[in-house]
């Protein structure tokens, strides 16, 4: 019968945007018809609790954002219900990791991030930023920064990238930092410009752009924050349907369409295996749960 791959996030957004290619190279790789439902609500939370209690028979996916390592424990921090646990969850692959992009319109009158950094500094609370919803990469990565900067600026959270972007574009918010995928058609149509990028070395697809450390902000040096997306399942699924499906992404990840069209949306492949993805996840719960417990900052 048909895999469902669940999306937790409303369609159009980058995880639907990841998903569909890959599903389809997936539905080659297996033989059979993978399905992209999405189930978007609570930040990714409904989708993603379906799949936790989901029958663990290699039938249903959950293609995720990373903010799935932190959910659980972040709602314990706040005292939050919490839906489900990080380790009702097994890691089959990564689709793709890559840096956020910093972004304010075209017409602002910041040119570089240092110019934004000191804005924020010189007026606390003027100023504004966007991010794609609550406890989402784009907002953690703005609330890093403002943790190591001694900075604030409001934080206006949207239900989901595109509504996100285009407030950014209509001025409604100061900035926006989001993953290539939502970001470069603005760019490239002159709407929004690029004034960094959150990685530790410059990104492939904009190269030009610097990164926050080169940006010669003393506190923000070294400053890293990666945002990726992958599949996980039910953790008592069998280890033979990881490995089977594993073996089938990282295939699918190989296809020239499907690096085209991730390439095309300003993302690049990843892959590996079930352990290195499990350890990437445990990493990045250490490393977001402090700024969590500094900024309070909700889920869903």
């Given at each position: 019968r048909p895999i469902t791959m669940i999306v937790p996030f409303p369609p159009g957004g980058v995880a639907d945007t990841v998903g569909r290619?890959?599903?389809?190279?997936?539905?080659?790789?297996?033989g059979q018809t993978v399905v992209v439902e999405n189930r978007a609500g609570a930040g990714g939370g409904v989708g993603m609790a379906y799949v936790a209690k989901a029958k663990p028979d290699g039938y249903t996916i959950l293609m995720s954002l990373s903010s799935i390592s932190i959910i659980p424990e972040a709602d314990k921090i706040l005292g939050k219900e919490i839906s489900f646990q990080t380790s009702q969850f097994k890691p089959i692959a990564?689709?793709?990791?890559?840096?956020?992009?910093?972004?304010?319109?075209a017409d602002s009158p910041w040119k570089t991030y240092p110019e934004f950094v000191a804005a924020m500094k010189k007026d606390p609370g003027k100023y504004n930023f966007a991010s794609v919803g609550n406890g989402s990469s784009s907002h953690l990565c703005m609330e890093y920064i403002?943790?190591?900067?001694g900075t604030f600026a409001v934080h206006i959270p949207f239900n989901g990238g595109p509504p996100a972007v285009l407030a950014t574009v209509g001025g409604e918010t100061h900035m926006i930092a989001a993953v290539p995928t939502l970001l470069t058609p603005q760019i490239k149509a002159g709407r929004l410009k690029a004034i960094a990028?959150?990685?530790?070395?410059?990104?492939?697809?904009?190269?030009?752009?610097p990164t926050v450390t080169e940006s010669g902000v003393p506190s923000l040096k070294g400053f890293e924050a990666i945002a990726w997306n992958g599949v996980l399942v039910a953790a008592?699924?069998?280890r033979p349907l990881v490995e089977r499906i594993n073996a089938?992404?990282?295939?699918?990840?190989?296809?020239?369409?499907?690096?085209?069209?991730?390439?095309?949306?300003?993302?690049?492949?990843?892959?590996?295996t079930p352990e290195k993805f499990a350890q990437l996840m445990r990493d990045e719960s250490a490393k977001w749960l402090p700024i969590?417990?500094?900024s309070g900052a909700t889920l869903g």
């Open positions: 290619p890959v599903a389809e190279a997936l539905s080659r790789q297996l990564r689709f793709t990791a890559d840096p956020t992009v910093l972004v304010v319109r403002k943790a190591l900067s990028v959150t990685g530790l070395q410059r990104y492939g697809l904009t190269p030009e752009v008592a699924t069998p089938a992404i990282n295939l699918a990840l190989q296809d020239e369409s499907v690096r085209q069209r991730l390439q095309a949306a300003g993302l690049e492949p990843a892959g590996g969590i417990r500094r």
